[in-house]
């Protein structure tokens, strides 16, 4: 199937590692220009290198409005249109109800939520002239609830509202929005928080159990690969949709 991505130029927040640096990678395999958002110095500009200079690397730790947009100024001032954007980057950052502030819940939405709005918003104008996509990453945590992390679910339940939002609001532009569920997906992220446990490696068998398809983790390409389609014109009557690439975990019979 030929995605028809080849001189795409696709913002990616969080792009260097993880699930986002596997989008990237991803990008870069299809012949498409990735912009990476991602403070990541190695990573980043291993990726760069990998696409022999055909992608950018942005090292900030999006936080703020303006930051967003320099990031379409820069991407704008180097490739001169932007076809699609992938609002990837954030954090199980464990503000909590009872362990937690309203400052840091406030904070939790700025690392999570602000620069998904922020991103989407200043390459608008740019997405409007290519007819672009839009891909937000949310979580399974968004319509299962996790316990102890009220920032981070509240972004990512925002997501999924913003990704039936913008779908509605974007219609007459033929700019499709779609979001993505991953649930268990062994990321570094997901490294540093399975050795928060006593017993890292017992927990994370336990988990795998959990998982219907293949009793395993979902890879980072698993997401990329669904990331990536919805980017193509090959997704093209799809908008407006919440899909779960999870290996049947929110879902499935739990008895399974
Ligand atoms: P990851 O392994 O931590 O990778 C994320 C990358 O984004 C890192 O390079 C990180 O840099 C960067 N980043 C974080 N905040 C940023 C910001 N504000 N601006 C720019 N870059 C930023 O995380 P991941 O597991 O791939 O997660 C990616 C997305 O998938 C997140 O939205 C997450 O909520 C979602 N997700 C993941 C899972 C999972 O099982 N892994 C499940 C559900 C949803 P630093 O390392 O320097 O912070």
Do not use: C
């Not at 190695?42 to 936080?63: I, N, Q, S, T, Y």
């Not at 920032?151 to 979001?179: H, S």
């Not at 998982?211 to 193509?232: D, V």
């Amino acid at each position: 199937m030929n995605l028809n991505l080849e001189g795409k130029v696709i913002l990616v927040s969080g792009g260097a590692k993880g699930i986002g640096g596997a989008i990237s990678k991803g990008l870069i395999e299809e012949g498409a220009f990735p912009v990476i958002i991602d403070p990541s110095e190695k990573e980043g500009k291993a990726l760069v290198d990998l696409a022999e200079g055909k992608a950018l690397h942005l090292p900030f730790r999006l936080f703020s409005a303006d930051q967003a947009k320099e990031v379409v100024d820069h991407t704008m001032n180097r490739f001169g249109k932007i076809d699609g954007l992938v609002n990837n980057a954030g954090a199980n950052d464990g503000v909590g109800l009872e362990k937690g502030s309203p400052e840091a819940f406030a904070q939790s939405l700025a690392n999570n939520l602000f620069h998904y709005y922020h991103l989407a918003h200043f390459s608008l104008p740019y997405l409007k002239k290519s007819k672009g996509a839009i891909v937000n990453i949310s979580s399974k945590t968004a319509v299962t609830g996790q316990g102890g992390t009220s920032g981070y679910v509240a972004a990512k339940g925002a997501q999924l509202a913003l990704t039936r939002e913008w779908a509605v609001e974007l219609l007459p532009y033929q700019i499709r929005v779609n979001a993505i569920l991953p649930a268990e997906v062994y990321t570094p992220m997901y490294e540093s928080w399975i050795r928060s446990f006593p017993n890292p490696h017992e927990k994370l068998e336990e988990i795998n159990q959990k998982i219907p398809l293949g009793k395993r983790m979902t890879t980072s390409e698993e997401i990329a690969a669904m990331a990536i389609f919805l980017l193509s014109d090959k997704a093209s009557h799809i908008t407006g949709q919440h899909l779960y690439v999870d290996g049947g975990y929110t879902h499935l019979d739990r008895s399974l």
